[in-house]
């Protein structure tokens, strides 16, 4: 079982949805009393969002950066951006990180093609 790095916090009940659906997919997928290997590091979202409301983007990524590259050091080896909108930053967030990275965009995309999904619509945040 690989480690999973979590890099959370944006926002704290996002974060606890990834955590809650990583748990039960293991339990489904494994039976008894499994559970994954996690690491999470959850960052203060108000300084994040500050961030984005003045449209500084790469100051966000850059601390995201830093919290991506703590998670592959700590033993992560796959790392997952619990929250949408930051994903738009991702590549910077990245830099630095070899580690594997889920996209939300791909894993989207597959579902929809997936599904024979033709107009897939989108609700979230103005930022996303």
Known sequence: ??????????????????????????????????????????????????????SNWEAAAD????????????GAELLILATNTMHKVADRILAGVSIPFVHIADATATAILDGGFRKPGLMATAFT
Do not use: W
């Open 63 to 74: 601390i995201l950066n830093e919290k991506a590259i703590a998670l592959e050091r700590g």
């Open 1 to 54: 079982m690989k480690t999973i790095g979590i890099l959370g916090g944006m926002s704290a009940a996002s974060t606890q949805i990834y955590y809650r659906e990583l748990c039960r997919l293991t339990r489904e997928t494994l039976g008894g009393l499994h559970s994954p290997e996690l690491l999470i590091r959850s960052v203060d979202f108000d300084e994040i969002e500050r961030l984005q409301v003045s």
